[in-house]
């Protein structure tokens, strides 16, 4: 398996096959005499904008204090998780546990909801 | 036989959603300011357009990923982002043009000033995203698209000279305007060739679920489709080369630019074309807001899809909410919505690469076409068209600015 081509910046889907992000990094251990090895996936915004500029990335820090469901700690799931890896990767997760999906209730609590016809994220589930 | 609907109501969609006021407004410049002369330039932009659109539906369809899913995996988030970038400023600027034009054709219709429509029409586009489905937006707004047609009743009934007609395909350098001339041209090529319409046809082929049986089908809603959609920027350019090129009217506003049917269908005409407009306008807002908000939610790996009530995607319905309240801000404002449509369109030529080479890599990549992947034939087109539109744009944009 190639990291970058097969795994960086692929879907990630829970075990019900709820979408749940992008690889946007991945956690790496580097022993002094074992092979490195592939630790966890990392899904988040500051992850995310570390690879675009630095700068960009102490940015989407500093909006989400402020806003949001104020999670600054970028998302991390074991690797031992993965189950599958084909067009997406299937995580033997369930997506609303990891915290990946706290924006998506977020927004939905906050502003979906509340205009009329929005509908109920969690009468549905 | 549900194929044979499918291909009809395809072909259908891709005419009536063809039109915009970006092309009615650049095709309608262009017959008004060089007659006949620059049919070579939609010729052009409709053949490298039926290219993309056979190309983007042919990846959903053999890879299961829309375009935007795959530029973001195969090229990695960084240069995403500069993709994402351009487009989604391009495609924001192109919903405030046809957010105007529907604005414009009330003003038309009723009387009422298109800035006190602003927000009425950015509700009622938000509204139909808000409570509709995907295939609603698609037929629904497209087949009313379908009065576009009257544009070609207009131009045939105008009697044109055919032989003169023929000899606008055909790309000829004017002996003076030329800095304006190439600005049109532009203008025009980034009227037809909207990279929207791309993400939005490779995202209703992953909606409808398409798999590799559906590539003959694809290929002739591509090819049928925009045919008869360049067709209909044809008639528009050939109406007013008649109606105004004689009298020297240029088309700077749109209530010149209504008047192209009137020599032939008197003032029914004058609304026939705002009823048309108003149509096609809406069409055309809607695609691009769920275009833009498909690009934030397939990028960045959220769950999208039109036919979910909104909570179930809240953050893909949350785009397409905020995207249109601010579009409405300019046009409350007053800014003119016939120069962001000029603006847009060459914004459009320019920005092209940006989004069609990484496209043409992917149409070439093994790993997710497998033996389905681009001919030398589609491949020499689409680069020559773009690379065309791209070096024009260079050229005649910065002429404009000075000039204009």
């Keep these: 398996m190639k990291l970058v081509r097969d795994v960086l910046d692929k879907k990630l889907t829970d075990r019900e096959k709820c979408e749940m992000g992008r690889v946007d990094g991945l956690l790496m251990r580097v022993g002094e005499r074992s092979q490195p090895r592939i630790t966890h996936i990392v899904i988040g915004g500051s992850t995310l904008w570390m690879r675009v500029h630095p700068a960009l990335a102490r940015l989407s820090v500093r909006l989400a204090r402020i806003w949001g469901p104020r999670r600054t700690e970028p998302i991390t799931i074991p690797w031992s998780r993965v189950e599958s890896v084909g067009k997406d990767i299937r995580l033997d997760v369930k997506a609303r546990d990891t915290g990946a999906l706290d924006w998506e209730l977020w927004i939905a609590r906050h502003v979906i909801e509340r205009i009329p016809g929005g509908g109920s994220e969690e009468e549905e589930e | ?404």
């Design chain 2, 1 to 404: 036989m549900k194929k044979i609907l499918q291909l009809t109501l395809g072909i259908v969609t891709s005419v009536g959603g063809f039109l915009e006021i970006g092309s009615v407004a650049t095709a309608a410049q262009a017959g008004a300011l060089f007659g006949y002369k620059l049919l070579w330039a939609i010729l052009l932009g409709t053949i490298c357009l039926i290219f993309l659109v056979e190309m983007s539906g042919r990846l959903a369809a053999v890879s299961k990923h829309t375009i935007v899913e795959a530029t973001r995996e195969r090229f990695g988030f960084p240069f995403f982002s500069a993709v994402m970038l351009g487009m989604v400023l391009v495609a924001f600027l192109v919903l405030v043009a046809e957010l105007g034009g529907i604005g414009l054709s009330l003003q038309i219709l009723t009387g009422l000033g298109f800035r006190w429509w602003a927000v009425p029409v950015s509700l009622a586009v938000w509204l139909l995203m808000w409570k509709g489905t995907f295939s609603l937006i698609e037929n629904g707004a497209s087949l009313l698209g379908l009065v576009t047609v009257s544009f070609v009743v207009a131009a045939v009934k105008m009697h044109p000279e055919w032989g003169s007609v023929a000899h606008g395909l055909i790309p000829t350098v004017p002996g003076d305007q030329k800095a304006k001339y190439g600005f049109v041209a532009v203008s025009i090529l980034g009227a037809s060739i909207s990279p929207y319409l791309m993400y939005f046809y490779s995202s209703g082929a992953i909606e409808d679920k398409w798999d590799t049986s559906y590539i003959p089908m694809n290929r002739i809603i591509a090819g049928f489709g925009m045919t008869f959609g360049g067709f209909l920027s044809m008639a528009v350019l050939i109406a007013a080369a008649l109606a105004f090129q004689p009298r020297g009217i240029s088309v700077e506003k749109f209530e010149q630019a209504a008047l192209l049917m009137t020599p032939a269908l008197t003032h029914w005409g004058f609304y026939l074309f705002a009823l048309a407009m108003l149509f096609a306008c809406l069409g055309a807002a809607l695609e691009i807001s769920l275009s833009i908000a498909y690009f934030f939610a397939q990028g960045l790996g959220w769950s999208w899809s039109e036919d979910l009530t909104p909570s179930r995607d809240s953050r893909f319905s949350f785009v397409y909410t905020a995207i249109i309240l601010v579009a409405a801000v300019p046009l409350i404002l007053g800014v003119d919505p016939m120069k962001v449509t000029m603006l847009s369109m060459a914004l459009t030529a320019a920005t092209l690469p940006l989004a069609i080479v990484p496209f043409l890599i992917l149409m070439n990549d093994p790993s997710y076409l497998g033996g389905h992947r681009n001919g030398w034939i589609s491949n020499s087109v689409v680069a020559i068209v773009i690379l065309i539109s791209f070096v024009l744009a260079v050229i005649s944009i910065p002429l404009q600015i000075i000039g204009g």
